[in-house]
């Protein structure tokens, strides 16, 4: 089996971001976005995703932490997009219900290679922490889900908590992830056209 590993630069005039990924190695996490819920949230998806994941981003976090959320999104899409190459004899389906205490997520992923994020998640307070919006949830999905041809579909079931709901969401969806991502040993494209895109 080919090496399912990429590294990606992404740079522009508000971040600059650099991801490395090993779908088939776990262990080893490294993510530094200056983001610091982003990075719970980060390590959370490679944890229970089961993937090598290092991320490095800087961006102009005393405007907003958009731009970096987003941009990290579209790094790791990427990277995702082209450690799976062509998705020969993946399973290409996942999905995975995750609870946090009181929330509950449920995250469904068809690796399609046609973009597509649903999202259901009314977030119970609208900052998690100190200043992180929980809409940049959805921003970052968005982002991750179109740059790596994945379709997307996310629900938050139930929470009272912003921070639960988020991990929970992050939890879910790592393990839809690991699951859709798996190598499955047949030759063949998961596809009745014989091509995932």
Not at 132 to 146: D, G, K, Q, Y
Request: a negative charge.
């Amino acid at each position: 089996m080919t090496a399912r590993i990429a590294s990606i630069t992404r740079a522009t005039s508000e971040t600059t971001v650099t991801v490395t990924i090993d779908l088939d190695t776990s262990g080893d996490i490294k993510v530094d976005t200056g983001v610091p819920f982003l990075d719970h949230m980060l390590h959370a998806l490679a944890r229970h995703g089961r993937f090598a994941l290092s991320v490095d981003a800087s961006g102009d976090i005393e405007i907003d932490p958009h731009h970096t959320v987003e941009d990290v999104g579209i790094t790791l899409g990427q990277a995702l997009r082209t450690a799976l190459g062509d998705r020969v004899g993946i399973e290409r389906f996942g999905y995975a219900y995750a609870p946090l205490d009181e929330a509950l997520a449920r995250v469904v992923i068809d690796c399609s290679g046609r973009p597509y994020l649903d999202f259901h998640a009314a977030f119970p307070e609208s900052v998690i922490g100190r200043d992180f919006a929980s809409s940049l949830i959805e921003e970052f999905w968005r982002a991750f889900a179109v740059n790596a041809g994945l379709t997307v579909h996310i629900d938050l079931l139930r929470a009272r908590n912003s921070h639960h709901a988020a991990e929970a969401i992050f939890k879910a969806g790592a393990v839809a992830l690991r699951g859709a991502i798996r190598c499955t040993g047949h030759a063949g494209i998961p596809s009745t056209k014989g091509v995932l895109a």
